[in-house]
């Protein structure tokens, strides 16, 4: 009888395991490490993202406001913008103090690890 019981928790624990593997490597997958350098000359005041095929941006990504010649390293999470199915591409735009905007369209973000602005 004890067998029996060893014996099927033993085939639950192995299948178990790689069902919990692929599950913390997707959640580690998705958050996304990236620096803003301001190199504008003015006062950056927001960073949004947007995946390329939407018309909107999501929510500003910094903590606070970015002085010229500074950067902010910041992390984000893939699923805030359609889980990883949505990729590592998105379109980035930066704001500033004067009201003006810079934007880096389709930035694979899994590969960059910093984005400039000019």
Known sequence: MINKLLSKV??????????LALTAASVFAQMVKISVVNNSGK??????????????WGENELEAPIA?????????NQADYGGSEAGCVFDVRAEYSDGKSTDLPSV????????NFN
């Open 68 to 76: 010229d010649r500074e950067k902010a390293d910041f992390e984000w």
């Open 10 to 19: 033993t085939i639950a624990a192995g299948l178990s395991l790689p069902l």
């Open 108 to 115: 694979d973000l899994c590969k960059e690890t910093a984005l």
């Open 43 to 56: 006062t950056m005041t927001a960073v949004y993202m947007s995946p390329p095929d939407k018309d909107t």
